[in-house]
């Protein structure tokens, strides 16, 4: 069983950045791939960012292209996903999720663990 803590939300202006932290615990999360989710108030979850298993492949839907970068840190058994120039429509609450199997995907029942999540807002 894996158990998923996410940490690194907040306040920020927009403009702004902020890393994201996943901490994994009960399970190493090689050979899992990773995403980052998010939820606007009265909006359906949607993709942020997800990673392979082995980190090699990464995607990002159009909404944050060039402005957030997933990575994982093997070694500390964590997934972070840096966020820069954040703007309005970037608030919502942020989830990390795990799959058991190498290839990430865009769908968010196709993932097992999930975290509780972490607010981020971007005051305009």
């Known amino acids: 069983q894996v158990q998923l803590a996410e940490s690194g939300g907040g306040l920020v202006q927009a403009g702004g950045s902020l890393r994201l932290s996943c901490a994994a615990s009960g399970r190493t999360l090689s050979g899992y791939a990773m995403a980052w989710f998010r939820q606007a108030p009265g909006k359906e979850r949607e993709l942020a960012a997800a990673?392979?298993?082995?980190?090699?492949?990464?995607y990002y839907p159009d909404s944050v292209k060039g402005r957030f970068t997933i990575s994982r840190d093997k070694s500390k058994n964590t997934v972070y996903l840096q966020m820069n120039s954040l703007n309005a429509d970037d608030t919502a609450v942020y989830y990390c999720?795990?799959?058991?199997?190498?290839?990430?995907?865009?769908?968010?029942?196709?993932?097992?663990?999930w975290g509780h999540g972490t607010q981020v807002t971007v005051s305009s």
């Open positions: 990673i392979h298993w082995n980190g090699d492949s990464t």
């Open positions: 999720a795990a799959r058991n199997y190498r290839f990430a995907s865009t769908k968010p029942g196709d993932y097992a663990y």
